[in-house]
Structure formats: structure tokens, C-alpha cells
């Protein structure tokens, strides 16, 4: 195996292949650890990491304990930079505020992968392939994030328009590299801006190239057989290709929240602020076609009023002249091609 490895670390070096480098020298590394010669993996782990940014290797430290060591992380190789970044966060069920069928519905999603066993005692799998709709700021990115808070798998972001506009003929290979990597680990994987990839096979403005994509994309899908949660995402479902819905294992719809969940929202938003006097429920009859994301905003920003115009207390009038300027905002929103 040894010879192996050097000899794939030589070719890299020929072909300037920092990817296949690092591979290979990772891999020879845990070899020299397995053989008990740690002193000498160390000394081999610490020239590559003197070299390289550090930031370009997944730290052992954080996630030790769900994947193979050392794995690095994959790049473009025209232009170099990260195909996907890796994240934490401290996020619960109860920091997103949806309907309780939609909330139970993504909840089973996590529960799936819990009764992991049973199921399999059955032949069945956890539903695995999730897509998310709807229009922005309606809590997919934010679901994805609880997912991986509540499952204990690291948050693996993956903006698909990157990967995409970055040099069409490396996208194939770009994919590869992502599916090769999350094969690697347990992690919730969110595919964000995905519509790029699903663009429609037929489109006629998109080069063949993007088709040639879409398949490769569903044939990486298909074969997926990691332990992993994927999440796909989107605001622009109208130009997914129909042959990627048959994909998921589950689709769910995100909407725009309505005059009860609103209501929440702005309680939700407003319970960490002690100088408030306001009507919960007329805030929720006033900021009718106004998404979650957009509450949240209202809040921060009728709490920046209230500081800068040296204000006693947020008050109905304050906010809604804030409601006011956001609902003229999304007038002026572009429409949704
Ligand atoms: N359902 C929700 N409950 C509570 N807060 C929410 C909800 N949806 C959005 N937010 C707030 O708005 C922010 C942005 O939302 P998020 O990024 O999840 O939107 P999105 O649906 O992914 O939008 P986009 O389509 O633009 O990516 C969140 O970080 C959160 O603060
Ligand atoms: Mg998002």
C-alpha cells in the first residue's frame, strides 16, 4: 500500500495536483499511524500542515469522532477555492417557527435517522434525499442548520451557483469531489442555490454542457450510499429538471408565514428585548405577505431605532413605520423568473 501512495504522491507532483496530493498523503499518514510509527505521522502531518493553510484541511479536533481523520477538503482545480465549507451551530426545533404539521413532518425527518435500526430490520432507510422550496427567508437554510444541530452531524454548505459558473467543464468533476467527500463521513449536507444543477435538460439558452451536469448530478444522487442527510434547496423550483423531483425522498414546501405564525415570530424575535409595549397581534395583522426572515429584521432594526434615536421603548408607532418600509421594500422586489 506504502508504494502505492508514494507512487500516486509523485504523480501529483508531476501533474500538480494538490487535491491528489493531499489525498495520498493523508491516506499514508493514518497508514504510518495504523503501523504504530506515529512519531514519524506526525512529522509527516506537521510539514503538510506548515505548507498548507491550515484551513484547507478539515481540523481533527472538531469533528475527530464522526469521520476519518485528515480528509481535505476538496477544491476547484481552476481556480482553487473550497467546494464546500464546513459548520457548526447551537440551534434547537424551537428557534424556527412554522406550522406544527410542517414542524412535525421535518421533525420525523431527524427521527428517521434515529430509528436508523428498526428500520433497516425492515429493508426501509431513512429518508435521506430531502428537497426544500419556497420563496427566501422561510427557514430552509435555517431547517438545514437545525437538522445538523439535532442529528449531531456537521453542517456541510455547498453553494451550488459557485460550483457551477466556475468553469462549466470542471463541474462534473467538482461534484465528484463533493460526493467523494461526504461519502467520508456522517454530516447534513446542504446543497444550497440548487437550482443551478436542475436547471431543466431542455432549456434551450443553456449550453449542452449544463445537461451533460443535470445527469452526471442524478447519477451521483442515485449511487449516494453514505450515511449522510442531503438537503437540496431552493427558491426556484419551476426550473428543476422533473427527472431530479424523482430523486428525493421527501419534498417540502416552505411558505410564507401565516397571520398566526407571524404573531409568533414577532414574539418569538421580541422576547429577548425587555423595553416593548406592543399589540403582538395587530404587528401580525400589519405585515400581511412579509416572510419570517423579514420579521426578524423588523425586530433588529426597530431595536437599532430605538438605541440611535434615543428612545424609551419600542412602541406600535415605531414599528410600524418599520412594517411600513419593509412592505414597500417587497413591492419593489424583483418578481421571480
Ligand atoms: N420559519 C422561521 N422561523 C424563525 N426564523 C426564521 C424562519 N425562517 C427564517 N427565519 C429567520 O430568517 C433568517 C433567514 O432565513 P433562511 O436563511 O432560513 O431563509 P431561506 O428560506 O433559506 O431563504 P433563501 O431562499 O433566500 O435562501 C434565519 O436565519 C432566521 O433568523
Ligand atoms: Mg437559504
Known amino acids: 500500500m506504502k508504494s502505492q501512495y508514494i507512487k500516486e504522491i509523485f504523480r501529483s ?5 494538490k487535491q491528489k496530493f493531499l489525498e495520498n498523503a493523508y491516506a499514508l499518514i493514518s497508514d504510518e499511524k495504523k ?41 476547484d482545480n481552476e481556480k482553487g477555492f473550497p467546494l464546500l465549507e464546513l459548520k457548526e451551530f447551537n440551534l434547537g426545533w424551537n428557534d424556527l417557527i412554522l406550522s406544527e404539521v410542517k414542524k412535525t413532518h421535518l421533525h420525523s425527518i431527524e427521527k428517521g435517522f434515529w430509528n436508523k435500526e428498526i428500520l433497516s430490520s425492515y429493508g426501509i432507510k431513512p429518508k435521506q434525499k430531502i428537497l426544500f422550496y419556497g420563496v427566501p427567508g422561510t427557514g430552509k437554510t435555517l431547517t438545514a442548520k437545525i437538522l445538523s444541530c439535532a442529528l449531531g452531524y456537521p453542517l456541510v454548505y455547498v453553494r451550488f451557483d459557485a460550483i457551477v459558473s466556475s468553469y462549466l ?16 463521513g456522517k454530516w447534513v449536507v446542504l446543497l444550497d442555490e440548487f437550482d443551478v444543477v436542475g436547471k431543466q435538460r431542455d432549456d434551450h439558452y443553456e449550453h449542452g454542457e449544463i445537461k451533460r451536469v443535470v445527469n452526471n448530478f442524478m447519477q451521483l444522487l442515485d449511487s449516494f450510499n453514505g450515511e449522510s442527510l442531503i438537503i ?51 404587528l401580525a395583522k400589519l405585515s400581511i405577505g412579509l416572510s419570517a426572515s ?10 437599532r431605532k430605538m438605541i440611535i434615536e434615543n428612545k424609551s421603548e419600542i412602541n406600535m408607532e415605531l414599528i410600524s413605520d418599520i412594517i411600513e418600509m419593509f412592505l414597500k421594500r417587497k413591492k419593489l422586489e424583483p418578481k421571480k423568473i
Open 294 to 303: 423579514d420579521i426578524s429584521q423588523i425586530v433588529s432594526e426597530s431595536i
Open 169 to 184: 467543464g470542471e463541474t462534473a468533476t467538482n461534484l465528484k469531489k463533493i460526493f467523494d467527500f461526504i461519502e467520508n
Open 35 to 75: 503501523l504504530n510509527h506515529q512519531l514519524f505521522a506526525n512529522e509527516l502531518k506537521d510539514i503538510i500542515e506548515q505548507a498548507d493553510n491550515k484551513l484547507n484541511v478539515v481540523q481533527e479536533v472538531d469533528y475527530s469522532k464522526r469521520y476519518r481523520k485528515g480528509i481535505p477538503i476538496p477544491r
Open 13 to 17: 507532483f508531476v501533474q500538480q495536483d
Open 232 to 282: 437540496a434547496a431552493t427558491n426556484h423550483e419551476q426550473l428543476l429538471d422533473p427527472g431530479l423531483w424523482r430523486r428525493f425522498d421527501d419534498i417540502i414546501h416552505f411558505e410564507l408565514p401565516d397571520e398566526f405564525e407571524r404573531e409568533k415570530l414577532f414574539e418569538f424575535y421580541f422576547k429577548s428585548v425587555k423595553k416593548v409595549k406592543l399589540d403582538y397581534h395587530k
